[in-house]
Each structure stands twice: as structure tokens, then as C-alpha cells.
């Protein structure tokens, strides 16, 4: 199959993807981002021309016999809709069957001839490199959904990144800010052997492509559900909307949900970036901060002022209230859960250093090093010194170093964690991983490393 089977079906899938690109360049020429062009005869023409293209690579791909189930609505009707579980980058398939528009990041549309397929269904891109793209891509979504029908319907995978499709992890709201009705999209690959699936952990990308095109025969179905009006409360509070859709989906695929998101994967990965113990409850802490809306907008802003604050009371003690006045928020139950996290000693108070190292580690996963420098500044004046003097002449060295023998550096220096993963490890795994009760939690670990690195030093 590698030598024969695979090649061919790649050959006639590059292909196709080339003899698409003149169409789909022809139908995106003079188009304006912020209007609409009338659906004349020649783009209906081009429009279905594509969707055989695109049948006729899939199939070359050994997706023989595609099953839908249900009735795709119409923009009107349902103006987004909302597919899980997502799990390969074979996901497209509903996509260029039904050439909705996706949301994806602005880099794509300057890819050679990808950037052009991908210009045709009109994404929503979102821009990396702006600070408020976020925002920006909340609203054009909530402007073509209340267009009446006049824009392509969106396509969102709610989940936000790849799973292995054991169950449905917490869906994002964007999807359900505009409160309007959204028809639930689930996706199966009734395959005996899974060859689709990419997750963070498994086959890579290029992997799951040469395993897919060696099997003789895969499977899709990809089944429409009734669309899913909301409630005035649904329409007030998106992620009740999101939890609901959720469950309608989980029910027809027949799987369980989970909280887990997109970002306690990254946090489980920080956690073995960060050397941590496997019981350090982050991602019980991850969950209660969003729960109470602690996570800033301005999460650098905010991190530096809790960071003085915590400066300034030296180590000091804080109780239940003092903790609450800290945060500017009531006492609740979910505090006091919170609070209790940090009560190492089941003394009744804190330190609330140890807060603001954990908010650090859970706002901003990715940025090791910048948790591990603010974990050495808030410890004290003397050691954010002798931190610096650290860290300046660590980076020294190791430029020299690299210099001289770049590739024994390599070797000998820490894995660099990714900017994002693609799937949750099992539910199962993660709760006996991650979120067992510890004598001693993520925050004082990183305290205690800090002042003994120092000492060292």
C-alpha cells in the first residue's frame, strides 16, 4: 500500500487541489470582505464545480461513500453551525461539502494556492499578531449571523482544538454569542481501524496522512440535527447555550461530556514544563477562577499589580476575608473552595504569593519563564536580584555554548512547549493525574524552587 496505493491517491489529490485553485481564484477576484455579491448563474456554476472537485479528491482518498443524515438548514434558518467532536484535519470533509464559511487565523490566506481555496468560502480570520482580534472576530461572527441569510453560514467546531472522540470537552461561546439558532453538526468515522484521529499524543500529522490513504476504504458520516432555538436565558448567558447545545450533541453521538477545555490541556502541559508534582490541583484552580471571572482581559496589567500587592505584604498571612478584599470579589462558596487550595497548613489562612504564581500559570501557560520570574520577583527584593544576575548569566552561557557546539545544546536544553495542542489526554487519566488533593500545592512548589535555586546560586 505504501508504495502503490499511497502515492497515487496523494498525486490525484494534489491534483485535484491544483485544477480547483483557477476557479476558485476566477470567483474570489474583485470581492469585498464587508459585502456580499449576488449568487449570479456563473458563481452557482463555479460553486458547484468546486464541490466536485473536491468530492472527486476525497474520494481518490479512499472516502468512497460519504453518509448524511438529517437536513442541512438554510442560512436563513440556522445561520451557524456547530460540528463536533473535532478531531482530524479530515474535518474538512463537511466543510467542502457544503463550502460554509470557517473561523481561522489570518496567516492561512498567505499560503500559495491553499491561501486562495481557503479565500473562496469568505473565513473569519483571526489575527495572532492583534491584541484585540478576539473581540474583533466575536463581532463579525455576530454580523453575518443577524444578516438575515444574506452571508454563508459559519462553520464552528465549538471544542477548539482536536480530541481523540471519547467525548465532548467544554465548547468555547463564541459560536453562542449572537444568540441566534444554530443547527448541531456530529461528525462520525465508523472505521475499525482509526486512522483519523491526531491528537497532541500519537501519530503526527504527515502519520495520519499516510495511515488514511493505505486503507482501502474509509468511512464518514456527518449527521445534521434540528436546529437548536434558544431561550431568552440562553440568549442572555452564552455559555448555558453552549453547555445545552452540548449535551444535545453528546446524547446523539453517544458519548459522555467532560469539563475540560482547550486550555487545561495547555495547563497540563505547563505542568510537566514546569516540572511540577502530579497533584498540584491546577486545573481544579484553572476551573474556579472562571467560575468566579477571575482571569483578566489585560492578563500582564493585572498579574503585575497583584505581584506588588503580594510584594508588599511580605509574606503576611491572609484569612478568608483579606482574601476576598484582595481579589475585590464577595465571600461565596466557590472562594472559600478556592481558599482551601491554598490553606497548605489547614490553619484558616494563605499566602498570597502563592495565588498570584498559580493565576500566572493558569493565564498564561505557554510563558514558563515568565511565571518562574515572577515567582523569584514577588519572593523578595534580594532574590529578584540575584534572579536577574541568574537568568543573565544562564542566557550568556548558553549562547556561547550554542556557538560552539549548537548541537550538543540542543540536546541538553528543555523541550520547548508548544503554543498549542491539539487533544486532552483521557478524562480518566487527567483526574488521577492532575486534580488528586496534595499536602502541598502548584504555588509552593514554585516558591520553595525559587528560594532554593537562589541558595544554590
Not at 491561501?115 to 480570520?125: A, D, E, H, N, S
Request: charged fraction near 20%; proline fraction near 7%; aromatic fraction near 8%.
Amino acid at each position: 500500500m505504501t508504495v502503490t496505493l499511497f502515492p497515487i491517491r496523494l498525486l490525484i489529490a494534489a491534483f485535484m487541489m491544483l485544477l480547483a485553485w483557477p476557479f476558485a481564484f476566477l470567483a474570489s477576484v474583485g470581492r469585498s470582505e464587508a459585502t456580499v455579491e449576488p449568487q449570479c448563474l456563473w458563481r452557482r456554476l463555479v460553486d458547484i464545480i468546486l464541490k466536485i472537485i473536491m468530492r472527486v479528491m476525497w474520494f481518490a482518498g479512499g472516502f468512497h461513500w460519504m453518509t448524511v443524515k438529517g437536513r442541512r438548514a438554510l442560512p436563513a434558518e440556522a445561520p451557524i453551525l456547530t460540528l463536533a467532536p473535532h478531531s482530524s484535519y479530515f474535518d474538512a470533509i463537511p466543510v467542502t461539502m457544503t463550502m460554509a464559511s470557517i473561523v481561522m487565523k489570518a496567516e492561512s490566506k498567505d499560503i500559495p494556492l491553499w491561501g486562495t481555496l481557503i479565500k473562496y468560502i469568505r473565513p473569519v480570520f483571526v489575527s495572532r499578531s492583534d491584541q484585540d482580534s478576539r473581540k474583533k472576530t466575536v463581532e463579525e461572527i455576530k454580523r453575518r449571523a443577524h444578516s438575515g441569510g444574506e452571508w454563508p453560514q459559519i462553520m464552528i467546531f465549538p471544542e477548539g482544538t482536536c480530541t481523540n472522540r471519547s467525548c465532548l470537552i467544554t465548547f468555547k461561546p463564541g459560536a453562542f454569542i449572537p444568540a441566534v439558532p444554530v443547527q448541531p453538526v456530529v461528525i462520525h468515522y465508523p472505521n475499525k481501524l482509526d486512522s483519523i484521529t491526531w491528537t497532541w499524543q500519537g501519530p503526527g500529522a504527515f502519520e495520519i496522512l499516510w495511515l488514511t490513504l493505505c486503507q482501502l476504504h474509509n468511512e464518514f458520516v456527518v449527521e445534521f440535527l434540528p436546529i437548536y432555538t434558544p431561550s431568552e436565558e440562553e440568549k442572555r448567558n452564552p455559555a448555558l447555550y453552549a453547555i445545552n447545545v452540548r449535551r444535545v450533541m453528546a446524547k446523539a453521538l453517544g458519548v459522555p461530556i467532560t469539563d475540560y477545555s482547550f486550555e487545561d490541556c495547555q495547563l497540563a502541559m505547563a505542568e510537566g514544563q514546569l516540572r511540577l508534582p502530579v497533584d498540584t490541583c491546577l486545573l481544579e484552580f484553572a476551573k474556579l477562577v472562571r467560575r468566579l471571572g477571575l482571569k483578566p482581559q489585560n492578563t500582564e496589567k493585572v498579574l503585575q499589580d497583584y505581584g506588588n500587592r503580594a510584594r508588599k505584604l511580605e509574606g503576611q498571612k491572609l484569612d478568608l476575608d483579606g482574601f476576598a478584599q484582595c481579589l475585590d470579589v464577595p465571600v461565596s462558596e466557590m472562594l472559600r473552595d478556592m481558599f482551601a487550595l491554598f490553606d497548605e497548613h489547614e490553619d484558616n489562612c494563605m499566602d498570597i504569593r502563592e495565588y498570584v504564581i498559580a493565576l500566572s500559570v493558569v493565564c498564561r501557560p505557554a510563558k514558563t519563564l515568565e511565571t518562574l520570574k515572577l515567582a523569584f520577583k514577588i519572593s523578595s527584593d534580594a532574590l529578584w536580584s540575584s534572579t536577574q544576575t541568574l537568568l543573565r548569566s544562564t542566557c550568556t552561557q548558553k549562547m556561547q555554548a550554542s556557538t560552539a557546539a549548537p548541537a550538543t545544546v540542543a540536546k541538553q536544553s528543555p523541550a520547548c512547549l508548544p503554543e498549542t495542542c491539539k487533544a486532552l489526554p483521557p478524562p480518566k487519566q487527567l483526574t488521577v493525574s492532575v486534580l488528586t488533593s496534595a499536602p502541598k500545592n502548584m504555588a509552593a512548589q514554585l516558591m520553595d524552587f525559587s528560594r532554593n535555586t537562589t541558595k544554590r546560586v
